[in-house]
Each structure stands twice: as structure tokens, then as C-alpha cells.
């Protein structure tokens, strides 16, 4: 009952499936779910991106992908990529950086940073075809994945609910890890291959290790909305890393 309750936990956190409620304890005692969700819901966008690819033009295709794949998550994280795009701006010390990221209005850094990363997501969505299922389903999953792994690598900060989470993920630190990889790994081996799946894998960890190291030393620890930015960040950094290898081996 206790991996059925965190399972819907974690997928009532974040999707919109109705999986019923969850609470923070279980959503970090089992965080090695995490990529397990995100399975999910690559399978859902990326299974409707593949009927979209089939009936229109890549580029409306793909915006459609994405925005069916921001509905299925419930926007959940664009307001991270917000408030952390406005604290990077800022030059100063890391208690100020700290006090913008909390505060709840939004400045051009931010709007700039969600731009961006929408524009470059779709647009990469755009370039990928009948290979988008495949693409958002390892993509998704190892982007998820990458929460449990900067979770367990940066130091809480004071307040807020990234830092319950955190300090209840590290609570089973070796296991949720340790799960969140394999169960990462199952996927990219299932959907591309034990080589490709390897080297996304491994693409996904050394960039959310990078990401993660150069927020703790700028902020000097981490909050929820950095953790949900660092998923949003390798699942583009994944979808760009398939269609390199889509392209250099075949």
C-alpha cells in the first residue's frame, strides 16, 4: 500500500491525473517514482504529439506537442523557470538573490528565461516527427528523474516546500536515487537502445550535477522552484541530445 500511495503521490503532484491527493512526505519518501511519472506523461504528450505529426504541418505539430504537454503537467514549473530566471539576473549577494526568487511579482529575467526555453522546446519538438513518442518519453522521464538527482546532491534552503521535500528525499538518499537511475535507465534502454539510452542517460545526470552545482554556489542552497527549473532544463537538454544522436547514427 505504502509504494501504491507514494506512486500516486508523485503523480498527483505533477500532472493533473486524477490519482487523488498526495502529500509531501510519501511524494519524497518515494521520489524514486519520479521518473516513473515522467514516463507518463511522455507516453500521453508524446503519444499525441504522434497523431498531430500525422495530420499537420511539424511546425503547428509541435507547438500543439508542447502544449499538450504543459496542460497534462498543469504548468506545473513555469513559475519556477520564472522566479529563478529574475534571481540570476540579479548581481549580488546571495540573500538578495534569494529575496527576488521569493518574490511573487515577475521582472523581465524571468519572462525572458520562460521565453526561451518555451521557444527552443518547441522548436525542437518541431524537428522531430514520427520520432516525438520516443523523443518525450526518455526525454520526460529523465527530466523527472533529474529532480531526485539535484534533490539528493544541493542543500535545502530555510523555508518553502522544495525544502520539505529535500530533506525528506535525503532521508533515503541511496534508495531514491539509486531507483530514480534505474528505473530511468530501464526506460531509455526500452526506447532506444542499451547505447543510446546509455549516453542520454548519462547526458541528463552530468548536466543536472553541472546545473545543480553552479545554483548551490550562486544561492548557496536549493529550493523548489530550482529543482522544478532543473527538470524543465534537462528535458530540453535531453530532446536536443536525441536529435544528435538521431542524426550522427543514421
Known amino acids: 500500500m505504502g509504494l501504491i500511495r507514494g506512486l500516486r503521490s508523485v503523480i498527483s503532484f505533477l500532472t493533473i491525473l486524477p490519482s487523488g491527493a498526495g502529500t509531501i512526505d510519501d511524494m519524497a519518501r518515494y521520489a524514486f517514482f519520479f521518473p516513473a511519472a515522467g514516463a507518463l506523461i511522455g507516453m500521453i504528450s508524446g ?3 504522434l497523431f498531430l505529426f500525422k495530420f499537420l504541418d511539424h511546425s503547428l505539430a509541435g507547438w500543439l506537442t508542447l502544449l499538450t504537454l504543459l496542460l ?3 504548468f506545473n514549473h513555469i513559475d519556477g523557470v520564472l522566479d ?5 539576473m540579479v548581481r549580488g549577494s546571495r ?27 518547441g522548436s525542437v519538438l518541431s524537428l522531430l516527427g514520427s520520432h516525438v513518442f520516443l523523443a ?3 526525454a520526460e522521464t529523465l527530466g523527472k ?8 546532491m544541493g542543500k535545502p534552503c530555510p523555508k518553502g516546500i522544495g525544502s520539505l521535500f529535500i530533506t525528506k528525499l535525503r532521508e533515503r538518499l541511496f534508495t531514491n536515487i539509486a531507483l530514480a537511475i534505474a528505473i530511468a535507465l530501464a526506460v531509455a534502454i526500452a526506447s532506444c537502445g542499451p547505447f543510446f539510452g546509455g549516453i542520454l542517460l548519462s547526458v541528463s545526470i552530468i548536466f543536472s550535477a553541472l546545473w545543480v552545482t553552479y545554483l548551490q554556489n550562486l544561492f548557496g542552497c536549493l529550493t523548489g522552484d530550482m529543482l522544478g527549473c532543473t527538470s ?9 541530445a536525441f536529435i544528435v544522436l538521431q542524426g550522427a547514427f543514421t
Open 47 to 49: 503519444g499525441a504529439g
Open 72 to 74: 497534462l503537467t498543469g
Open 84 to 88: 529563478l530566471g529574475d534571481a540570476l
Open 95 to 121: 540573500e538578495r538573490r534569494l529575496e527576488i526568487l521569493h518574490d511573487k511579482h515577475h521582472g523581465i529575467g524571468g519572462h525572458a528565461s520562460l521565453f526561451f526555453l518555451l521557444v527552443l522546446t
Open 136 to 138: 518525450l518519453l526518455v
Open 145 to 152: 528523474g533529474s529532480m531526485v538527482i539535484a534533490g539528493g
Open 232 to 240: 524543465e532544463l534537462t528535458r530540453l537538454v535531453s530532446l536536443f
